[in-house]
């Protein structure tokens, strides 16, 4: 019967279509790991930017505190020429020791935020060099990926022409029902019949439709895994010899 044949024919070049997605599906997991690393890299990266750009404004903050403090001192400094009495004069000085001594203070702040910042740009270095060399990686596998997908479609989409051109010829309730079947039964949707049974679920067929199957006029279906039947001689003379 030809359209068993068409059938078995588009059966094939669907399975093939599955086997051809599988393999593209698995590509990616392949990149996984590394885009693990990567991402993980990166998140080390840009944590250490920020707490490198924190410590800076930080840094820049204390810097311009300690500056003002010292223009402070100067301008005291020079009103100190132009005072005429004592007390002023110890006031005014006394004013000046302790915005020093503040100052003082303000710069072992600094210094101590300066040791911080140094490891902190280090770490950024160093993290940044990691990240690169991971991004380098990625990015590479990336492209690669991308041309195995990239061919992977172009399979897919010369098998979907094939399998357009066989089912051309099908009527279309067929087609639909065999895609069903096809979705519905892992792949298997027309099944051969030997031994009086379906080779699809195995179940025993009725002699009467063993015998209609035999004769090979119709299209008929497994009672119990609706599965579409053809009579193989070949199989049915294999296993009985
Ligand atoms: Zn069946």
């Given at each position: 019967m030809e359209q068993v044949k068409v059938l078995l024919d588009l059966q094939e070049i669907m399975t093939r279509r599955c086997a051809i997605e599988e393999e593209k599906r698995k590509v990616p997991l392949d990149v996984a790991d590394l885009k693990g690393l990567f991402e993980e890299r990166e998140a080390a990266f840009l944590a250490a930017g920020q707490e490198f750009e924190s410590l800076r404004q930080q840094r820049r903050d204390r810097e311009r505190e300690i500056e003002e403090e010292r223009d402070l001192v100067e301008k005291a400094k020079a009103k100190l020429m132009g005072i005429k009495t004592n007390k002023e004069y110890y006031a005014m000085l006394k004013e000046i020791e302790q915005t020093k001594k503040v100052n003082t203070e303000r710069e072992e702040v600094l210094l101590a935020l300066m040791a911080r910042f140094e490891e902190a740009e280090k770490r950024l270095a160093d993290l940044k060099a990691e990240f690169e060399e991971v991004e380098g990686r990625y990015r590479t596998q990336m492209v690669d990926i991308d041309a195995r997908m990239a061919t992977f479609d172009k399979e897919i989409a010369a098998v979907d022409a094939e399998r357009r051109r066989i089912g051309a010829s099908l009527e279309a309730g067929l087609l639909r029902r065999f895609e069903q079947i096809f979705d519905r039964r892992e792949g298997l949707a027309i099944a051969s019949a030997h031994n009086c049974s379906?080779?699809?679920?195995h179940m025993n067929l009725s002699p009467q439709l063993y015998n209609m199957l035999q004769r090979g006029d119709k299209l008929y279906s497994c009672?119990?895994?609706?599965r579409l039947l053809y009579f193989s001689e070949e199989a049915d003379g294999a296993e009985a010899g």
């Open positions: 379906c080779s699809g679920c009672p119990n895994c609706n």
